[in-house]
């Protein structure tokens, strides 16, 4: 029986077709080959990339306008020294007790400062002219002892010898490094220029002593400022004018001097303390006592104390008064309501207010610090 063409080339068809698809199925499941193939595909185009819009900076907020107020207070520090009918310190007092004026208006007492609390820079000045020579290692010592006795951690002491210039022995140190400094001066010659060696240890105080620690100098002279007196009488000579011999010129010379320290003095805020070894002798000379009365009017003025020992003896004990003194003073601090914002001289004067046996000291004014 003869074959139809259709089914003579139908069973090669098949076979081929069948062969064709293993091929095709083998490279579908067989993972190197697909890998092969996938490699050799180029890598697809990159996405689009949109760059973001910056963000507009807001405006700046206008800050809220404020009035400005400028307060200006001027704290006054005052140390007052108060004692008994005997000399003796008074310990124990409240604000309360006290009562305080500036140019004649009452002021309102803010507190009452501990003075063990406030640090002391000390100038000590020594007189090492002639007419010291007899005594002065005796006073030498016993200003060293004193420094050493006084003076708590914190505190400093400057030295400087009342020479034919002024000469500082000793920057601001600790009371053992200043005593033993002290020790090392050796009386001089010359003459003696206490005026200015006052104001050279008052500016020293004035430029290195910082705001809020106390203020003194303890001066052991006569007060009898040669220096100037020769210095001047010189000049004056050299141009035909000899009216300066006269004792009455030399006091007044003397008194123009005296008003420069205290102005001086004062501006600073310095507490002054004198010892005159001279004792009576002082009163032998015109010019020596009036130098000793000014002594005792800058201490007055500055809330501090002059004395005059009858020998050498005393001298411990006055020291160790003026550092009782000193540790046992009332800081009186109030706001001045003086708003005149005047750079003039104001009186300060602080009373006892129940107990008027009692003996008050303090300086006498102040010069307001310039805004």
């Known amino acids: 029986m003869g074959l139809s063409k259709y089914q003579k080339y139908f069973p090669p068809a098949l076979v081929l077709s069948a062969l064709v698809l293993f091929f095709v199925a083998a490279s579908f499941f067989n993972p190197t080959a697909r890998a092969q193939k996938l490699k050799q595909l ?16 807001p405006a700046p907020t206008p800050e809220p306008e404020y009035e400005v107020l400028k307060v200006s207070s001027n704290l006054v520090v005052v140390p007052v ?34 003075p063990e609390q406030v640090p002391v820079d000390i100038a000590l000045l020594i007189d090492v002219s002639a007419s010291v020579d007899a005594r002065f290692v005796f006073e030498q010592k016993a200003a060293a002892d004193f420094l050493k006795q006084v003076l708590k951690p914190g505190d400093r002491a400057t030295v400087f010898a009342i020479d034919q210039t002024p000469r500082m022995i000793q ?22 220029a206490f005026f200015d060696t006052v104001l050279a240890a008052e500016k020293y105080l004035d430029e290195s002593s910082k705001s809020g620690r106390r203020r003194l100098v303890v001066v052991i002279s ?15 000579s050299n141009r035909g004018n000899y009216r300066l011999s006269s004792m009455d010129a030399q006091l007044q010379f003397i008194e123009r001097a005296q008003d420069e320290v205290l102005r001086e003095v004062q ?16 009163h032998l000379n015109v010019r020596t006592a009036r130098s000793e009365r000014g002594m005792e009017r800058l ?48 009186r300060i004067a602080v009373s006892p207010r129940s107990q008027p046996q009692l003996h008050v000291r303090a300086r006498e004014g102040y010069y307001p610090k310039a805004k």
């Open 267 to 282: 501006r600073a805020e310095v507490t002054f303390y004198s010892i005159n070894p001279s004792g009576s002798t002082m």
């Open 299 to 346: 201490a007055q003025a500055t809330g501090g104390a002059a004395f005059i020992p009858k020998n050498d003896s005393e001298l411990d004990a006055i020291f160790q008064r003026i550092g009782s003194e000193i540790r046992s003073q009332y800081l009186l601090q109030y706001y001045s309501n003086n708003k005149s914002g005047s750079l003039a001289f104001r």
């Open 42 to 57: 180029p890598p697809p185009p990159p996405g689009p990339r949109f760059k973001p819009k910056p963000t507009p900076t």
């Open 81 to 114: 020294s108060v004692t008994d009918q005997q000399g003796q310190p008074v310990l124990g007092l409240k604000p309360s007790d006290f009562q305080i004026a500036e140019d004649g208006q009452p002021q309102e007492i803010a507190q009452l400062g501990d």
């Open 171 to 192: 920057p601001l140190a600790p009371a053992e490094v200043a005593a033993r400094k002290l020790l090392t001066v050796t009386p001089a010659k010359g003459y003696t």
């Open 222 to 236: 006569d007060g009898d400022d040669t220096a100037r007196i020769f210095d001047l009488f010189n000049r004056e």
